[in-house]
């Protein structure tokens, strides 16, 4: 696929830019410097024609503080495989030595490049960008991505610079969020699982700002690895950036079908871990737990079974969900987790037929239940099931009782039992037969 870097210094509207031709709000905007430090990656589609987009942290060639320099590591990354560079400079600001430091740099890489002048807003702004042609180009493409100015011609050439394609098919792909708290190696697992250094990994917390996308292919199906922030405590958020990223974590928890909670082994599970996994398990997706830094543990032959009963512990209500031990550093067991994603993500779109599921509630699950609560008549009159990711199902009951919690959970277990639903939620509404206001209780 084409591909398409948009570069620069910092604090000059690249991610704004990366917002509206994505047309999304992938990228976190603020006017703190320095909020974007990974490569965010992003499909595009403009006169039927699709590229990749790729937004990068802002250059700082000279910096060799450990944030800055990796960031140019990343960006240099991006120069390297585009077709088509986006050189973004402030037009109100005006020609700056660092602009020409990375203008020298683009040049340096051989790459076609497109001039691109942003906050051009005003009239006197767009009589002031003649300065530019000091850098020796023919033509720059002056615009004010935060008001969709000069948008069109810019979208205009990059389309006319790309080639002709077939027509493209549409693929399924697992979407898979990465979440968890700071500095648990959510970044160091997507790269091995990568096979390369695609994200920035430092022991600083908070390295990790936006949610970056990741598609690749994994024993021919199509995944797509959503690296998230680290979240934090509330109250422990105190940077606008960190909070919009805090945000987009959440929003990436609602938008995957899988979610790997990354935990570390070494500081064992803690209340922030559980609340992070609630977040994933209210929204319905599939759990994976991941136990990261395994390496780093002293073992016996009751290791594992003693820390996987700690961690169920503290998180009894992903019960459902498996645990993996990994060690992202050595590369144990990583891509057994693809295989537990891809297991999640078909056990979530498990449809049972109506007349089948309630054969199985008759037969199996109504007298097992009879026995084990009350003499009563089971009182079930049918159910059926609405919904897929995570499968619901609602019951229609007799009178005007809804069944005790201890039954629904028994009910779920028999469905896992025969059904089996791996690592996914099930979710039971309740509609009693009698006139009920508001909406059906919920168990899961």
């Known amino acids: ?221 199509r ?42 082994a070494v500081e064992g599970a803690t209340r922030l871990d559980a609340v992070i996994g609630g977040y994933a398990h209210d929204a319905g997706k599939s759990i994976i737990i991941v136990v990261n830094k395994w390496d780093l543990i002293e073992k016996d032959t009751h290791t594992a079974a003693r820390v996987e009963s700690e961690f169920r512990r503290r998180m009894k209500f992903l019960d459902y969900a498996p645990l993996v031990f990994v060690s992202a550093l050595s590369g144990q067991r990583v891509f057994k987790l693809l295989e537990e994603a891809r297991r999640a993500f078909e056990g979530s779109r498990i449809r049972i037929p109506t007349a089948e599921l309630n054969q199985f509630l008759q037969d199996e699950v109504g007298p097992a239940m009879i026995q084990r609560d009350s003499p009563r008549k089971f009182p079930l009159k049918y159910a059926v099931q609405v919904a897929v990711g995570p499968p619901t199902i609602v019951l229609f009951l007799r009178g005007s009782t809804k069944l005790h919690f201890s039954t629904v959970r028994f009910l779920i277990n028999q469905l896992r039992e025969r059904y089996g639903f791996p690592a996914t939620p099930i979710r039971i509404l309740q509609r009693p037969s009698s006139k009920w206001k508001g909406k059906p209780k919920v168990a899961t």
């Open 1 to 221: 696929m084409y591909k398409v870097a948009i570069v620069g210094r910092p604090n000059i509207g690249k991610s704004t830019l990366f917002n509206r031709l994505t047309r999304t709000r992938k990228a976190l905007v603020g006017s703190e410097p320095g909020i974007t430090r990974d490569r965010l990656l992003e499909e595009a589609e403009w006169d039927g024609k699709r590229f990749q987009l790729i937004d990068t942290g802002g250059i700082v060639p000279d910096d060799r503080d450990t944030i800055p320099e990796k960031v140019l590591e990343q960006a240099e990354i991006a120069i390297s495989e585009a077709d088509l560079i986006l050189l973004v400079m402030d037009a109100r600001a005006g020609l700056t030595p660092l602009d020409q430091e990375v203008f020298s740099l683009i040049q340096s890489s051989g790459r076609e490049f497109l001039l691109v002048l942003n906050k051009v807003d005003t009239p006197r702004v767009e009589d002031e960008t003649y300065e530019f042609y000091r850098l020796g180009v023919d033509q720059y493409y002056p615009i004010s991505a935060e008001h969709n100015l000069g948008i069109d011609d810019l979208i205009d050439e990059i389309v006319s610079r790309i080639p002709e394609s077939g027509e493209r098919v549409e693929e399924e792909e697992i979407r898979i969020a990465v979440i968890g708290r700071p500095n648990v190696g959510k970044s160091s697992l997507v790269n091995r699982i990568l096979g390369e250094e695609r994200l920035i990994v430092s022991e600083i917390a908070g390295t990790t700002r936006d949610a970056v996308d990741s598609v690749f292919r994994y024993q021919g199906q």
């Open 223 to 264: 995944f797509r690895l959503i690296d998230t922030a680290g979240i934090r405590r509330k109250g422990r958020t105190r940077m606008k950036a960190e909070k919009l990223s805090v945000v987009m974590a959440r929003r990436s928890i609602k938008q995957a079908d899988v979610v790997f909670l990354v935990l570390d």
